[in-house]
Nanobody, 115 residues
Framework: QVQLVESGGGMVQAGGSLRLSCAAS????????MGWYRQAPGKQRELVAK???????AYADSVKGRFTISRDNAKNTVYLEMNSLKPEDTAVYYC?????????WGRGTRVTVSS
């Protein structure tokens, strides 16, 4: 089992920045990819960004150039630096850790961007 704990959400004005963190514990040796997903009210959960153990990253088109995902393997932590935030970025952000056998999810952290 893998446990994920997110932190760093909050409320910010449009154009502002936030940094999310996700700390993993448990059977972390099995994890390859870690990432962030988000779910806005009335919408499906969507991928925001993900990063492999080797550092290869991928982003949703809507956040490219504004968000940066990074990973500290020594600390078993993944970060999401969010800049130039827009009201449409408002959502609950979930940390995800994927192994070859399972997907693990955090409980989510809320990000609210006001116009």
């Amino acid at each position: 089992q893998v446990q994920l704990v997110e932190s760093g959400g909050g409320m910010v004005q449009a154009g502002g920045s936030l940094r999310l963190s996700c700390a993993a514990s448990g059977s972390i040796f099995s994890i390859n990819t870690m990432g962030w997903y988000r779910q806005a009210p009335g919408k499906q959960r969507e991928l925001v960004a993900k990063i492999t153990r080797g550092g290869t990253s991928a982003y949703a088109d809507s956040v490219k150039g504004r968000f940066t995902i990074s990973r500290d393997n020594a600390k078993n932590t993944v970060y999401l630096e969010m800049n130039s935030l827009k009201p449409e970025d408002t959502a609950v952000y979930y940390c995800n850790a994927a192994s070859s056998r399972a997907d693990y999810w955090g409980r989510g952290t809320r990000v609210t961007v006001s116009s």
